[in-house]
């Protein structure tokens, strides 16, 4: 692994991760409805998601899903419908008598959002077969390789961590709370958005 190739890798990495989509929303929706603690699950669990992809990646087992398209398929589907059903309960969400949600989303829930939402997503995969398709050979070591995909698990989850601790800081977040029901609604209608532009992708390919 030269510095070069290494910073390569960083540099892409990180631009994916910023790129907003399902998982910008999914981290902001903990973060608002249940704080800083269900954020940062959210982001740690995403991380490990997209580690998973990239490790499966390198080591050539994601390619077996790229080559069956039916597979590939039946993936997206179920990452289509994985966000459908997470924006679906945030259009839901209820006013109370003091403009909180009746169900404050839980750790739990926020670890499991946020691992599905990224190994629930087969682009994922063909991005990083795309990324280390250039870096990656069969000199290559092992080590090497396990760096590669420890790098973009590590960015992608220092990425999402920074989101979940800026807009979970007191003065903010109180100000974010206060219209918790609002927000909830907003990140339900984007992610319902966001999986009908996914299903329309499917569809047409």
């Known amino acids: 692994m030269t510095l070069t190739t290494w910073l390569t890798v960083v ?32 982001a740690v669990t995403h991380g490990l998601g ?13 390619a077996i899903i790229i080559a069956s398209p039916l597979l590939f398929t039946g993936l997206q589907w179920l990452g289509a419908a994985y966000l459908a059903w997470l ?16 169900e404050v989303p839980t ?4 670890a499991r959002d946020g691992f599905m939402l990224a190994f629930l997503n087969p682009k994922v995969a063909v991005f990083f077969i795309a990324l280390f398709s250039q870096v990656v050979g ?13 790098t973009a698990m590590v ?3 220092v990425w999402y961590l920074t989101v979940a601790w800026l ?24 992610l319902v958005a966001l999986a009908g532009r996914l299903a329309v992708g499917i569809l047409k390919t």
């Open 138 to 150: 069969p000199e290559t070591p092992t080590l090497a390789k396990l760096g590669y995909a420890a």
């Open 167 to 190: 807009f979970s800081n007191r003065r903010m977040l109180g100000g974010l709370q206060r219209n918790v029901v609002w927000l909830e609604r907003f990140f339900g209608a984007l």
């Open 11 to 42: 540099t892409i990495c990180a631009l994916g991760a910023m790129s907003p989509g399902p998982s910008l929303a999914l981290v902001l929706r903990q973060t608002v409805s249940g704080g800083r603690r269900n954020g940062m699950t959210a």
């Open 50 to 62: 997209i580690g998973l992809y990239a490790f499966l990646s390198i080591m050539g087992l994601a």
């Open 155 to 157: 960015i992608d989850t």
């Open 107 to 110: 750790t739990t829930s926020a």
């Open 87 to 102: 924006g679906v309960k945030g259009l839901m969400a209820k006013r109370s008598q003091h403009d909180e949600l009746p």
